[in-house]
């Protein structure tokens, strides 16, 4: 079990918990704004973009480069940006805090 | 050849040179082939303008058939943002469950009466009725609306010979107008009256972007759809273990419907006019002249996509650009993926098998390329379940 918190662009701090699927798939479930993941997962539309934790980043990992390419045409993309439908929800990732980038 | 087989012309050209150019109406068009290279250019709106004289980034152009500028379309940030924020929460309605089951209703209706026919002409008899029934909900609008969109036939600017038509233009325009006139005189919960009330910066939409915002959601929904709907058909036609997957692995769908998309690309391209002379690929492009973003062949990449040509419904990682890329992404997309989810899911909850007996390709002529988009007919029989 991962308990992995989202941060909006209005502040809003939404915790929830999930043992497998993406980071995209369980934010969409639970409504959190600004994650839309619209293409279903597939990394073609960049509407699930966060930026995560300094801490946590070498526990997420880099951004692969079909994702790096999506990433550096996308409003506020940083050294920390992923797009989290990439991200697998795994124990390892227990106490992840990502920040919605729209 | 299958008949589901949609072949890419422009890979020795995207190799070879990353651009090709074709003629049209004397206004020429070079044609960006390499995603890299279009994602940089629809990235760009400064100097690749999308706020041009209205219907000159369409390919073929329609400067000569239309004055209306489509909203949001044919705008560019930092006013695109403004007007694009206005219009998205309604075209996100879709994603709304009661939605969803008045679409599904739709399309079960549509394809119980297909089964019960001996053959079925799928571009008139079925994608062009779906494509039309189900616009009455982006609209709200009534269903009984859809009698007179689908008695215009498969394309609102073309008639038979597939040449602009400007007197077909006008059906619409004419139609949109007094749509426009009805909602002033009795405002209801419609697209016109929503529109017609809604304020960007405290300044009232004009009737005009009212009208640009309608004439994009009619024109720009209308051959894609239809295209997307009857390849899929053809598709699921000839590769029936395919259709049978999308039961015994509902996980699959949403992967499916972006592999479709990606492998038929409804929309070849869509153009751009360039402000200040630059280079795309080592090639000279001049100012005011026009570029044009080719969906269909950045999809077929083989430096991003492994077997490009191969339709892999559970394909992982797809950044395809069917639906556009960046600002400018498709208004109408979370429809049009609404329209193939249920789709894909009652194909093969009500459907044996589907049997293609005859075809007649639509085949667009881009300069030296043909390329196959669609079909003008696709003759089949659906048969149901026992």
């Known amino acids: 079990m991962a308990k992995i918190t989202f941060i909006t662009t209005e502040n809003e701090r939404i915790t929830l918990e999930s043992t497998s699927g993406s980071v995209m798939q369980l934010a969409v479930d639970n409504d959190v704004k600004g994650i839309d993941g619209n293409c279903g997962g597939v990394c073609s539309c960049a509407t699930c973009h966060v930026h995560v934790a300094e801490d946590f980043m070498p526990k997420v990992g880099p951004a692969g480069e079909i994702e790096m390419d999506m990433l550096e045409f996308e409003d506020g993309f940083d050294d920390f940006s992923r797009l989290c439908c990439q991200i697998e929800i795994s124990e390892e990732l227990d106490g992840l805090v990502l920040k919605v980038a729209q | ?386």
């Open chain 2, 1 to 386: 050849m299958n008949k589901s087989e949609f072949p890419d012309p422009f890979e020795q050209a995207r190799l070879e040179k990353g651009i090709a150019e074709m003629n049209d109406q004397d206004d020429p068009v070079k044609m960006v082939l390499r995603l890299r290279d279009l994602r940089k250019t629809a990235h760009n709106y400064k100097n690749f303008t999308s706020a041009a004289v209205p219907g000159r980034i369409v390919v073929p152009s329609e400067v000569n058939i239309r004055k209306t500028r489509q909203i949001p379309f044919e705008l560019d940030p930092p006013v695109h943002t403004d007007y694009r924020a206005a219009v998205e929460p309604w075209f996100k309605r879709p994603l709304e469950e009661p939605y969803q089951a008045k679409l599904k209703l739709i399309i079960e209706e549509l394809l119980d009466q297909m089964i019960s026919l001996d053959r079925v002409e799928v571009v008139n008899e079925f994608a062009l009725p779906l494509q039309s029934r189900a616009l009455t909900l982006l609209l709200n609008v009534p269903y009984e609306e859809a009698n007179l969109w689908i008695s215009w036939g498969t394309h609102v600017f073309r008639s038979e010979g597939e040449a602009l038509d400007g007197a077909k233009a006008n059906i619409l325009y004419d139609y949109i107008d007094a749509q426009i006139d009805n909602a002033i005189a009795n405002p209801g919960d419609d697209l016109y009256s929503v529109l017609l009330a809604k304020e960007i910066n405290g300044q009232k939409l004009t009737r005009e972007e009212v009208k640009g915002v309608l004439v994009l959601t009619f024109a720009g929904g209308r051959d894609t759809v239809i295209n997307a709907i009857t390849n899929s058909i053809a598709y699921f036609a000839e590769h029936p273990a395919s259709m049978a997957r999308l039961q015994e692995e509902p996980e699959i769908i949403k992967p499916a419907i972006e592999e479709l998309i990606r492998y038929f690309a409804p929309l070849t391209h869509m153009g751009r006019v360039v402000k200040a002379g630059t280079e795309i690929c080592e090639h000279a492009i001049k100012a005011d002249s026009r570029v044009s973003l080719c969906w269909a062949s950045a999809n077929r990449d083989a430096s991003v996509f492994e077997n490009p040509h191969e339709v892999v419904l559970d394909r992982k990682i797809n950044p395809h650009v069917s639906f556009g890329f960046s600002h400018h992404n498709c208004l109408g997309a979370t429809h049009a993926r609404q329209i193939m989810r249920i789709l894909l899911e009652l194909l093969p909850q009500k459907l044996k098998a589907i049997q293609i007996h005859n075809a007649q390709e639509n085949i667009e002529s881009l300069g030296e390329f043909k390329r196959k988009v669609g079909f003008d007919r696709l003759e089949v029989s659906f048969t149901g379940h026992d």
